[in-house]
């Protein structure tokens, strides 16, 4: 029997077995609150946030609600190499001139912030810790239990969902290729592309194979996504596209009309913006850089793409933006507030099973 | 309230909501009549046979059940060019030298026989016409719908959808990019990789947008995915691989092998064997292919491709077969019988809704 309260409601002691994507670059203190606050649990994705902003995100959380929350962090040994530099710049000089900007040769290697970014969650004990591209290194995995925080780790493939249980996570998400923004894949050398399992094909292969609760990430936009998802062995699910376009949500204006514009075809999974797998609505950026040039790997491809990317949401210049979405973007319905998209949801997997 | 009795069990007559996939090449009459006499819709994978072979397979099938039962065929388009054929034969003569065969620089264009199979379907009034790769042509639905057969057609995208139930299909299968075989999708001219949509964001988008049932297919293995497939919105399932094991299926004992050893990760999706995308076991055949040469379209590429099939079969190397497999195999159960298969999944639903 489908029941909606699911063992992640107990384990994270959350109403609704739905979680908020961490998505890096969008899922603030404002966001994660209102899904946290609604019932849900929020996530800031603190990825690329400087150690005190996450510490101020984390503060702004718990003024806004005494509900659980998570922060996501990336868990990632990929080294930037730079051969290749001077042609991808020279690419992107392109892309700048054309948004009006100067050109660069110029590049500072972004910093190493993890230990720091990862300490700022002991100190503040976060009720959860989630990370994306690997997993916590012991000596963290053991840090994070004794601050009393409840570890989730996101895999794409069954072999990583064995790896993240040794390690010792609490819930595992997995991320099925219908998924938008990054793939969460450990080992992009051995997929460079990502390892790319449909959410309906990967979910159930997970939870045959690990015992921890396994949530549904990937394609998931409503009711019957969620009961879909209970169905197939996942005891929750894990939704970002739905709650970028959301009220709360930082996303560009430009890139929420690019979201509800888009259809289940509009999307390619590309490393030109990043040096990682993303999906993400095709646009002139992906097909220019694609068809010029190899991207560097991450983080250093978006340290490089950084720059470009904050101008065109400037200049209101989507073709120059990451527009990561998933493949159920039809779904999408706009203009509404984080809890009003959990209450849709809800609303519809009672009517499903009613 | 989920049900297992739907739309497409009144439609087809049959007494679960279970379609056999029409898996041309592997879905003989006995496969077909084994589906359909235990409760499903058993369909024979008619896309290569010759007229005659069609309306032997129909006899042999009526012979052994009185349920309904359908017919696959082809309905493409695509004109096969033959530029850059010598390269290709290049390429393959590398493979036939290292299966002991002759090198080979002949070739004959495959006859163009669609008019006459589909003649047969006329003739011998089956119950069930199914088509991939695109719809009947007017003239064509209208014989069908005049000789009562029903017409379901694959389609990959929303917009395919839309369109087949223009053309006056009876059922649409939603062909997520987790199936294994060939890509449904249309034109490939514009989507030369296909259409590659999860079945889980592509199911309730394509039900959101047609009045007509729609039957879910890429990635379902056992009952699990049947209700996640229902709560999608669909009104069935298509189970291709699942059935592509069973003990009724005329797969080559190495490719149910290979089968049963695969995980999510071993496939990819290829147009070395045929000229259209399709999703396989990648092996020395598509690793080789893809590094040396471009495939000739559809159909040339698959008739080209042929005797190196033929000759690795009977010479049990899997590493020149087209291993057609979707991304669930993990959930595959080897040596049943085709009845058992669709047992366990009704059992199966029954469990996860009770």
């Known amino acids: 029997?489908?029941?909606?309260?699911?063992?992640?409601?107990?384990?994270?002691?959350?109403?609704?077995?739905?979680?908020?994507?961490?998505?890096?670059?969008?899922?603030?203190?404002?966001?994660?609150?209102?899904?946290?606050?609604?019932?849900?649990l929020g996530t800031v994705g603190a990825a690329y946030m400087s150690p005190e902003t996450i510490r101020n995100s984390i503060r702004e959380i718990r003024d806004r609600t005494d509900k659980p929350f998570g922060v996501n962090l990336f868990c990632t040994k990929e080294q930037g190499s730079m051969a290749g530099f001077e042609k991808v710049q020279h690419v992107l000089n392109r892309f700048r001139k054309d948004l009006g900007m100067k050109e660069t040769f110029d590049f500072e290697k972004p910093p190493q912030i993890f230990e720091e970014q990862f300490q700022v969650l002991i100190e503040e004990k976060v009720p959860v810790i989630s990370t994306a591209f690997g997993l916590l290194p012991p000596d963290k995995m053991e840090q994070a239990k004794k601050a009393g925080s409840k570890v989730i780790s996101m895999v794409t493939t069954v072999n990583e969902a064995i790896a993240a249980e040794k390690a010792g996570v609490d819930i595992i998400v997995a991320q099925g290729s219908d998924a938008g923004g990054h793939r969460g894949t450990f080992d992009?050398?051995?997929?460079?592309?990502?390892?790319?399992?449909?959410t309906f094909s990967l979910v159930p292969q997970v939870v045959d194979h690990v015992t921890v609760p396994v949530v549904a990430a990937g394609g998931i936009m409503d009711g019957r996504g969620l009961i879909a998802a209970l169905a197939l062995g996942a005891a929750g699910v894990q939704l970002g596209t739905a709650f970028l376009i959301s009220k709360e949500s930082v996303a560009h204006p430009v890139y929420k009309k690019a979201l509800s514009e888009s259809t289940e075809e509009s999307t390619v999974i590309t490393k030109s913006f990043s040096?990682?797998?993303?999906?993400?609505?095709?646009?002139?950026?992906?097909?220019?850089?694609?068809?010029?040039?190899?991207?560097?790997?991450?983080?250093?491809?978006?340290?490089?793409?950084?720059?470009?990317?904050?101008?065109?949401?400037?200049?209101?210049?989507?073709?120059?933006?990451?527009?990561?979405?998933?493949?159920?973007?039809?779904?999408?319905?706009?203009d509404e507030h984080a809890a009003q998209i959990l209450e849709n949801i809800m609303e519809e997997a009672n009517q499903v099973l009613s």
């Open 275 to 334: 040096g990682r797998p993303a999906r993400g609505i095709k646009n002139t950026f992906i097909q220019e850089f694609e068809a010029a040039a190899e991207p560097l790997p991450f983080p250093v491809q978006n340290a490089l793409t950084n720059d470009i990317r904050k101008a065109a949401a400037e200049k209101n210049r989507p073709e120059y933006m990451s527009l990561w979405a998933g493949q159920a973007t039809r779904l999408l319905r706009s």
């Open 188 to 198: 992009i050398g051995a997929h460079p592309n990502g390892a790319n399992v449909g």
């Open 1 to 40: 029997m489908i029941k909606l309260k699911t063992a992640i409601c107990n384990e994270l002691n959350i109403q609704f077995p739905v979680i908020q994507a961490g998505m890096a670059g969008t899922a603030t203190a404002a966001l994660a609150a209102a899904v946290s606050s609604a019932g849900g």
